[in-house]
């Protein structure tokens, strides 16, 4: 307990009361159901859904771009319709998690307004992910509609920001997109949604962490969330094919390969005391994330050649019991590659605690981690 509400989460309580109640009773059951060991776990806290696969950028770091079964499997023409978005958020309003809705570009699938609204009508805290690129337009209607969150992707300046999305203008766009929002928000008078920029760590990226963190402190933004760069060698993969084949049967990989890097393409002490400037920019009115939350140490072994394990983690994985991600096509996922069931087909409390997730969350109980975890997935560290 003293852990949870330690450090940004004891951010999250302050600024944020309802969500960190809902944030720390999913991590409190996640931590019930993963101490049990009998592979059940308890409503998870969060639902991420991935509305759709398909995007309008084209971004360099992106698995679709390197990896096409992953761009195949994720982009077919078979996204849930209305009513099918309608009954997940039914199947889980009654424990009212929090809703992570992302893609892809969500405002690319075609009922995406009516979808966020059920799920606002359902009374639950609704946070979404995009490229902000699409936005602009309707800034009124995610004002008025009580979206509670929005995460806009910046990043590096506009040349660099619009290189690594592969489109150019798409950083000026996200910006208006921004402006638009706030410009809602002061004339209806509402302090909802926050708005939070993610920065992904990248080779072509990370020396300009400074001066975007400058800029971006003048958008009347939320928090500026610096993500570390997810990548895994190719030995690592192969392990990892191994392992989960011998474990779990899988023989196809649909995600993993398309983060195959022998080496990160990052200075890791420049990133390293890059990150440690970039916090003392803080104050009341822009906060500075970095997630992971690493040591200096970890940061250069995260970044560097060899194998990385982390400290100041558990090296265990806790998302299975902890979310529950749903894929564009109602897939329910407790890892990459790892399908437990399909929700066009049945409830999400069928699925949730049959044979195949038991099975899968005895087996991570035991192991702990698999070879990809800790570099290549980001909810291994949530």
């Known amino acids: 307990m003293k852990k949870l509400i330690a450090g940004n989460n004891l951010g999250k309580i302050l600024e944020r009361p309802k969500f960190a109640a809902k944030y720390i009773a999913g991590k409190l059951k996640a931590n019930i159901g993963y101490s049990a060991g009998n592979g059940y776990a308890l409503n998870p806290g969060r639902v991420f859904l991935v509305l759709t696969g398909k995007c309008n950028l084209k971004c360099s770091m992106c698995p679709q771009d390197k990896h096409p079964d992953f761009r195949d499997a994720f982009t077919e023409d078979r996204d849930n319709n209305i009513a099918e978005l309608k009954k997940i958020i039914d199947d889980v309003s009654s424990f009212k998690p929090i809703i992570m809705v992302s893609g892809g570009e969500l ?5 995406w307004r009516e979808f966020l609204s059920y799920i606002k009508e359902k009374g639950m805290y609704c946070s979404i992910g995009s490229n902000g690129t699409l936005m602009k337009k309707h800034a009124s209607f995610l004002v008025e509609s009580g979206i509670d969150e929005i995460s806009i992707s910046i990043d590096g300046t506009e040349e660099v920001h619009d290189e690594i999305r592969g489109i150019p203008g798409s950083y000026r766009r996200s910006l208006d997109s921004i402006a638009a929002v706030n410009a809602e928000k002061e004339r209806l008078g509402m302090d909802k949604p926050r708005i939070n920029i993610l920065f992904t760590i990248t080779p072509g990226n990370y020396k300009l962490i400074e001066q975007v963190a400058k ?40 995600s993993w390969a398309g983060f195959i890097a022998e080496e990160s393409g990052i200075d890791a002490q420049y990133i390293a005391d890059a990150l440690e400037r970039i916090k003392n920019m803080q104050n009341k009115n822009f906060k500075v994330t970095v997630f992971p939350k690493f040591s200096r140490d970890e940061i250069i072994r995260y970044y560097s050649k060899g194998s990385f394990q982390s400290d100041s983690f558990k090296n265990a994985c806790l998302a299975p019991w902890d979310i529950g991600v749903i894929g564009p096509q109602g897939e329910l996922v407790t890892c990459p590659n790892y399908v437990v069931g399909n929700l066009r087909n049945h409830s999400f409390s069928d699925l949730w605690n049959n044979d195949r997730a038991r099975k899968f969350r005895k087996i991570i109980k035991e192991k702990k981690h698999l070879p990809a975890c800790s570099r290549g997935c980001c909810f291994y560290y949530i």
């Open 107 to 111: 405002f690319m699938h075609p009922s």
């Open 215 to 254: 800029e971006m402190e003048q958008l009347q933004i939320e928090t500026f969330r610096i993500g570390h760069l997810n990548f895994l060698s190719q030995s690592d993969f192969d392990a990892h094919m191994k392992i989960t084949g011998q474990l779990f049967g899988i023989e196809r990989d649909v």
